[in-house]
C-alpha cells in the first residue's frame, strides 16, 4: 500500500499520514479573503491541496474536503466602503472570480466552501424566491427564525439547495396553512425545522423517504405526484456538514423535517485528519 508522510512544521519532522477515519478522511485548508482579485499566496493553497486531495483519492475510499471564503474582515469592510458597494456584493463578486480562476488552473472545487451566513437574512431571500409556488393557494411561508443575528459558518449554496428541497416539498403537498422555517442552537450544532400543515407521511413512509432512488406514492391522490426524489440530495448535502436530517409526521395532519449543521471552529490552518 502506498504511504503518504507529511512535514510537520511544528516539530520540523517528516511523519507518516495517519487518518483518524481511514473510511473518510476529512480535509480544511483556509480559503481566500474575498476582497479583491485572487494573488499567487491564494493560488499556491488550492493548487497544493488540490494535489494532496487527488493524492489521497488514491488511498482512501471517501475525502471530503473542505475550504472557507473569509467574508468579512477588515480589508473587506475597508474595500466595500472604497467602492461604495455592499459587503455582499463584494464578497459574492469575488467568491465567484476567484472560483473561476482556479478552474482555469484545474482545481477541482472543494466539496464544502463554508462562508458566514445570516440565517435569518437568509432564510428570508429563500421564501421569497419560492413565494410564487404558492400561487393559488391559502398557503403562507413562515420565517420564524427567533434570533434575526444568527450567523453560521456553511457552504451557502448547498444549504440553499437543502431549504429550496424541503420548502418545496412542503408547498407542494400543503394546500392550505403554513409552510415554516425554524431554527435554533445548540452547543455543537444548530437545528432547522421545515414544518408544514399538508398531507403528512403514513409511519411506513418515513423510512424510505431519504433513501436514494426511492419516492413516496401518492397516486391514489390524483392532485399530489410522488415525493422523496429531492430528499437523498438534503441527506447528502446534511450529511457534508456533518449532520443529520430526520422527519416527524402524521398522515393529514402535516410534516415536520429537521436537519442539523454541525458548528465550526474558527481554523487558520491547513489540517488533514
Known amino acids: 500500500m502506498k504511504i503518504l508522510k507529511i512535514h510537520n512544521t511544528l516539530g520540523n519532522t517528516l511523519e507518516e499520514f495517519k487518518p483518524i477515519n481511514p473510511l473518510n478522511v476529512r480535509v480544511y485548508a483556509c480559503g ?25 483519492k488514491t488511498l482512501y475510499p471517501k475525502v471530503t474536503y473542505v ?19 455592499s459587503i455582499k456584493e463584494l464578497t459574492e463578486k469575488y467568491t465567484k472570480i476567484y472560483n473561476e480562476d482556479m478552474s482555469v488552473l484545474g ?4 466539496d464544502i466552501q463554508p462562508t458566514s451566513v445570516n440565517v435569518f437574512s437568509f432564510i428570508d431571500t429563500v421564501t421569497t424566491s419560492l413565494s410564487p409556488l404558492t400561487k393559488g393557494k391559502d398557503l403562507k411561508l ?3 427564525v427567533s434570533d434575526k443575528d444568527l450567523m453560521i459558518t456553511v457552504d451557502k449554496a448547498k444549504l440553499r439547495r437543502i431549504m429550496v428541497n424541503l420548502i418545496s416539498n412542503g408547498i407542494k403537498f400543503t394546500k392550505e396553512g403554513y409552510v415554516k422555517i425554524s431554527c435554533i442552537e445548540k452547543d455543537d450544532f ?3 425545522c421545515i414544518a408544514d400543515t399538508g398531507i403528512g407521511l403514513k409511519e411506513n413512509q418515513q423510512d424510505v423517504i431519504f433513501e ?23 441527506k447528502e448535502l446534511v450529511q457534508l456538514h456533518e449532520g443529520d436530517v430526520r422527519v416527524e ?14 458548528k465550526k471552529r474558527n481554523l487558520t490552518a491547513t489540517m488533514v485528519t
Not at 72 to 84: L, R, T, Y
Not at 212 to 234: C, M, N, P
Open 32 to 56: 481566500p479573503t474575498v476582497y479583491n482579485y485572487a494573488h499567487i499566496g491564494n493560488a499556491r493553497m488550492a493548487v497544493v491541496n488540490d494535489l494532496l486531495i487527488r493524492f489521497l
Open 67 to 85: 475550504s472557507n471564503i473569509t467574508d468579512i474582515d477588515d480589508k473587506i469592510i475597508a474595500a466595500s466602503q472604497e467602492n461604495k458597494i
Open 107 to 110: 482545481v477541482n472545487q472543494p
Open 142 to 144: 413562515l420565517n420564524d
Open 190 to 192: 444548530v437545528e432547522f
Open 212 to 234: 436514494k432512488f426511492r419516492q413516496v406514492d401518492y397516486s391514489s391522490t390524483r392532485e399530489f405526484e410522488g415525493i422523496g426524489l429531492g430528499l437523498s440530495i438534503v
Open 249 to 262: 409526521s402524521y398522515f393529514g395532519q402535516g410534516s415536520s423535517f429537521y436537519f442539523t449543521i454541525k
